[in-house]
Each structure stands twice: as structure tokens, then as C-alpha cells.
């Protein structure tokens, strides 16, 4: 921790000109001895920083002094700073914030920002993936779960990584109600309570290569025809299909889905349509939704 608070204390001194021993302190919450003693450490590897007195005094880097900084280029700089940045607006995470600090005196682009990215827009629930961020590695939730089954069941899980795919946050770590690890979908976490109990296991963090495309058993094409009036909100859901313009302006859509007899999720997005969308291929499939939109006629036949 002493290290990774000096080569912050460096990067800061890079990108302002002066810091006080007080600022440095409250910032990295520890005393001002010590920071006078990091200061001191610094100096001895040879980094030249300069003492100010004076009402508005404190550390800066000697005039002059220069950095590096054809370690990386000045764009990559910029688009790194860009991403970190929402990373951290997202989770408050002063980590993140460090490596920014660190990052900016290498950045020479004049912010030509070419890139923007806002994950705050990702973000369900204001708190959620803060404390699920927090617990990983270190502490116990206890939580609410709706299952696929749309059962609810409570849960004690040890967190391991939180994962973003497929529009939606996962939290990946051991349940100890299946006794194994488990993948759940923020969105369907309720009640998230961060405990005091330590992880009782030790764990393996998953090979994202599962999800990779190279294992394409179970996967079949669906064809949907699109309405002309439906394109802007077939184009926002299906995003990687590939796409066939009509003559009389409509849309033809095929999209590679897992099992897609049995993915309700891709029903319940037909039907979010109406007659805006056809389901063409697999033909099984226009039977589930003509089943749906019967239940659904059920249910306002007394309106």
C-alpha cells in the first residue's frame, strides 16, 4: 500500500504544481508525518521535488523536470482517461481515481477527445454494483434472488467479479446455498445486504472463454420480418443480426439464438412489437407467440 501511495503522490505532483502535506494527507488518510516521510522517499530515488513555504506552499516537481511519456501514446492516454473515468464516476472508486491522476500528465492530446463512453447509464440500481463491487474478494452478501423459474429464494454468495455483457450487469461468485459458483443478474438481486463474515473458500476466477462462439451446439438462426414503422427499435435489440433491406422498405433480420424454442427473453422482446415484427423461422416458434398473445388477450377480456 506504501508503494502504490508513492507512485500516486508522484503522478499528482506531475499534473499540479503545488500540494500541500495536508492535502496529501487528508486525501490518502494518513497523517501529515507521513506524508513528509513519503515525500522523503521519493526524493532519495531521485525524483526532484521542491518545498514551498508560505501560506499556499507545499511539494511540487522541480522546474523543468520531465517525464516520459513515449511510453504510450497521447491518444491511447486520452481513451484510457475516458473509459476509467465513467469506471469511476460509476462505482466511486478512488483507485480508479489515482490511476487517472497518474495517467494525465502523459497525456498530450490537448483533449481531442475522439471517444466518449458514459456507464452511468448502465447502472439499475444507484447503489447495487457499488456494494457488490465492495464485497468482492473480502465480504459475504446476502441477497434476494428471482430465479430464470421466476422462484424467489434467498442467498449468501462470495463475490468474485462483476461481469457487464449482453446489456446487464452479473455478479459472478460461489453460492453457498448450490455449494457452487453461481452467474447472477443484478437486475434480479434484491435486498443486497453486505455482511462482516470472510470468504469460507477460495476460488478460481471464470474463463470468459465459455462464452466465446466457438462452442455453436445449441445454437440455431431466427429470422424475424420487420415493419418499416419498427426498424429504429429492431435495429436498437438486434444489433449483431444480419440485416436484409425489402424493397417495400421492411426489414428481414437473422439473428444466431441458444435454444431458442426455450429463450423466452426473445418472445417476450417480439411481442414488446406487436404487429410491427413476424416471426418466420423456426416456425415452432410463432405457436409460442400466438399462445402468449392469448394469455395476454385472457387478461383484458373483463376491461
Known amino acids: 500500500?506504501?508503494?502504490?501511495?508513492?507512485?500516486?503522490?508522484?503522478?499528482?505532483?506531475?499534473?499540479?504544481?503545488?500540494?500541500?502535506?495536508?492535502?496529501?494527507?487528508?486525501?490518502?488518510?494518513?497523517?501529515?508525518?507521513?506524508?513528509?516521510?513519503?515525500?522523503?522517499?521519493?526524493?532519495?530515488?531521485?525524483?526532484?521535488?521542491?518545498?514551498?513555504?508560505?501560506?499556499?506552499?507545499?511539494?511540487?516537481?522541480?522546474?523543468?523536470?520531465?517525464?516520459?511519456?513515449?511510453?504510450?501514446?497521447?491518444?491511447?492516454?486520452?481513451?484510457?482517461?475516458?473509459?476509467?473515468?465513467?469506471?469511476?464516476?460509476?462505482?466511486?472508486?478512488?483507485?480508479?481515481?489515482?490511476?487517472?491522476?497518474r495517467l494525465k500528465p502523459l497525456d498530450t492530446s490537448g483533449n481531442n477527445r475522439t471517444l466518449y463512453v458514459d456507464l452511468e447509464s448502465l447502472r439499475r440500481d444507484p447503489n447495487s454494483l457499488r456494494q457488490l463491487r465492495k464485497a468482492i474478494h473480502e465480504k459475504v452478501v446476502r441477497f434476494d434472488y428471482v430465479s430464470n423459474k421466476n422462484e424467489l429464494t434467498s442467498r449468501e454468495a462470495e463475490p468474485i467479479h462483476?461481469?457487464?455483457?449482453?446489456?446487464?450487469?452479473?455478479?459472478?461468485?460461489?453460492?453457498?446455498?448450490?455449494?457452487?459458483?453461481?452467474?447472477?443478474?443484478v437486475s434480479r438481486m434484491m435486498n443486497i445486504t453486505l455482511t462482516q463474515e470472510e470468504f469460507m473458500h477460495s476460488h478460481k476466477v471464470k474463463d470468459d472463454s465459455s462464452y466465446s462462439d466457438s462452442n455453436a451446439e445449441g445454437f440455431e438462426d431466427v429470422v424475424i420480418w420487420v415493419d418499416p414503422n419498427s426498424l429504429a427499435k429492431a435495429l436498437d435489440q438486434f444489433q449483431n443480426a444480419s440485416k436484409v433491406m425489402n424493397s417495400d422498405g421492411s426489414m428481414t433480420f437473422t439473428i444466431s439464438v441458444y435454444q431458442p424454442l426455450h429463450a423466452g427473453w426473445l418472445i417476450s422482446i417480439l411481442l414488446s412489437f406487436g404487429s410491427g415484427a413476424k416471426m418466420i423461422k423456426p416456425v415452432q416458434l410463432q405457436s409460442k407467440l400466438i399462445a402468449e398473445a392469448k394469455k395476454i388477450m385472457k387478461v383484458y377480456q373483463d376491461v
Not at 446455498?177 to 452467474?183: A, L, M, T
Open 1 to 101: 500500500m506504501k508503494l502504490e501511495r508513492l507512485l500516486s503522490i508522484i503522478f499528482k505532483l506531475l499534473h499540479n504544481e503545488i500540494l500541500s502535506a495536508s492535502s496529501l494527507a487528508d486525501e490518502f488518510q494518513v497523517s501529515s508525518r507521513t506524508i513528509y516521510r513519503d515525500i522523503e522517499a521519493i526524493c532519495a530515488a531521485g525524483i526532484p521535488i521542491v518545498s514551498y513555504q508560505g501560506a499556499n506552499g507545499g511539494f511540487g516537481m522541480m522546474k523543468g523536470y520531465k517525464f516520459d511519456k513515449s511510453l504510450i501514446g497521447s491518444h491511447d492516454v486520452l481513451n484510457l482517461i475516458t473509459v476509467l473515468s465513467s469506471l469511476s464516476s460509476l462505482f466511486e472508486d478512488k483507485e480508479v481515481e489515482h490511476t487517472i491522476d
Open 162 to 185: 462483476l461481469h457487464y455483457k449482453f446489456r446487464n450487469w452479473y455478479v459472478y461468485g460461489y453460492c453457498r446455498e448450490r455449494q457452487d459458483v453461481r452467474e447472477f443478474k
